[in-house]
């Protein structure tokens, strides 16, 4: 029994709606000269965070664009208060309003909260 290693290469459009696909092996000339028109145009999508994306046409990537599969989870900018921020947020804001009616130079703000 013989041991044969084979080396092929797999391409498939990202579009989950696109059928294209083509496994080939890049060594054998007659197979790279025999491959579809739509793999010479290639679109590939890379990006910031490594994620790499391949259409076959300007239509496949411009419905994967609208996806939003290429949009870069960015982080929360707004994060849920707990009950001492509400507090400290509360205390900071009779201080506030009781500097804007206080006269100047009446002593200190005394805040009950």
């Given at each position: 029994m013989a041991i044969?290693?084979?080396?092929?290469?797999?391409?498939?459009?990202?579009?989950?709606?696109?059928?294209?696909?083509?496994?080939?092996?890049?060594?054998?000339?007659?197979?790279v000269a025999a491959l579809p028109d739509w793999l010479r145009t290639l679109r590939s999508v890379h990006l910031g965070n490594g994620q790499k994306f391949f259409y076959c046409s300007d239509e496949c990537e411009v419905e994967g664009v609208t996806t939003g599969n290429h949009n870069v989870p960015e982080p929360t900018k707004i994060q849920a208060a707990n009950a001492a921020d509400v507090k400290?947020?509360?205390?900071?804001?009779?201080?506030?309003?009781?500097m804007k009616t206080?006269?100047?130079?009446?002593?200190?703000?005394?805040?009950?909260?």
């Open positions: 044969d290693d084979k080396v092929s290469r797999s391409i498939k459009c990202d579009n989950t709606k696109c059928t294209k696909e083509i496994t080939f092996n890049p060594q054998n000339q007659e197979e400290k947020a509360v205390v900071e804001a009779k201080i506030a309003e009781a206080q006269p100047a130079g009446k002593g200190p703000i005394l805040v009950k909260g």
